[in-house]
């Protein structure tokens, strides 16, 4: 079962719990389908709250993607001032918040076009912490992970920077080049996070090394312990190809994003020697898919339309544009700037 915000819940849901009033008589038992009429009598008698059974909380049109994005970020936003003032983190909260996200990466066609419309510029940390969140997640799913270490590898997206909330504020801002020092300064948030987290119950050694280790690279070049190949945790190693997709995509202070072909090109590009080539290469051949269709803007500055992805070369797909189309694996001239929506 799972707990969810009415305000998250549409027409449909299966209940997990009985629902009871007040005075304790029964309102709905648990099996109920429920109504519109019913959610709206929740929520006159001031019910916040209901339990799901598992099967109805993995249908994502019971829930709403950007209520449940909206709620993460508020968690997000919660747990970092939390951390940042020295206070406990809340175990029941960021639990609460990744299992809904584990339920919304059910429905994995309409994930990255959700994760577009909800990009926040002045919100980079806490969109950023839970886009990798969701990432890490459906990246457990492609590889066949059980559902307790797919809910483990959400738990360490959404904390994977914690550490940051120790960086004074003037540098994790700074709209220019970071100094040498600064950078310095910047690459502790990896073994901050890792202290905040390592002694907490709920937290296990895999999760937490994720937190440490997800700026390590295969060739030794990463931070903060330099660890080569197999000696970096495979979470950490799941967290850096989300990290790093996510954040080319992304708007930030001191970077353009690019468009989501040019950052998988340079995931794949760095599987050879940075990055782990088995996870790398699963969301380099998945990840293309999911644009069939969408309008792009091309380097000419023409829009087109995706309309076929080479399995051979995913980030080079077959534009249609007007009635001419543009076969962007034979005319290496032409790139993606980025998806309209």
């Not at 449909?12 to 009033?21: A, H």
């Not at 994995?108 to 980079?124: G, P, S, V």
């Not at 970096?232 to 994003?257: G, H, L, P």
């Not at 797909?317 to 700037?337: H, M, Q, W």
């Amino acid at each position: 079962m799972l707990k969810i915000k009415l305000s998250q819940l549409k027409p449909g849901v299966k209940l997990g719990k009985d629902i009871f009033t007040f005075d304790g008589n029964l309102l709905l038992p648990k099996g109920s389908i429920v109504s519109k009429e019913q959610l709206e009598q929740f929520a006159r008698r001031n019910i916040e709250e209901v339990y799901l059974w598992e099967e109805s909380s993995k249908i994502k049109s019971q829930v709403d993607f950007q209520e449940v994005y909206k709620d993460s970020l508020a968690v997000t936003r919660e747990f970092m001032l939390e951390a940042k003032l020295g206070k406990p983190i809340d175990e029941k909260e960021i639990n609460a918040t990744v299992e809904m996200l584990v339920c919304q990466v059910f429905d994995q066609n309409d994930l990255f076009h959700q994760m577009r419309i909800m990009k926040e510029k002045d919100e980079y940390l806490f969109t950023h912490s839970v886009n990798v969140s969701l990432l890490c997640i459906l990246i457990g799913r492609w590889m066949k992970y059980s559902d307790e270490k797919i809910k483990e590898l959400g738990l360490a997206g959404l904390l994977h920077d914690i550490g940051k909330v120790k960086v004074p504020d003037h540098i994790l801002q700074k709209p220019d080049t970071l100094t040498p020092e600064e950078f310095e300064v910047v690459k502790k948030h990896t073994i901050d996070g890792y202290n905040l987290l390592v002694d907490l119950p709920w937290i296990n050694e895999s999760m937490a090394n994720a937190v440490l280790m997800h700026h390590e690279r295969a060739d030794g070049s990463g931070y903060p312990l330099g660890l080569k190949g197999v000696k970096i945790n495979n979470y950490a190693s799941i967290v850096a190809v989300a990290d790093v997709y996510d954040a080319m995509t992304s708007e930030r202070i001191y970077s353009d994003k690019v468009s989501p072909y040019t950052a998988v090109e340079t995931l794949w590009n760095d599987s050879f020697g940075k990055l782990d080539p088995r996870i790398s290469k699963v969301f380099y051949d998945k990840i293309t898919d999911f644009y069939v269709g969408n309008e792009v803007l091309l380097s000419n500055n023409e829009r087109g339309l995706v309309v076929y992805i080479d399995p051979g070369q995913p980030t080079r797909p077959i534009i249609k544009v007007g009635d001419e189309f543009y076969n962007l694996a034979e005319d290496r001239s032409l790139t993606i700037l980025e998806i309209i929506d």
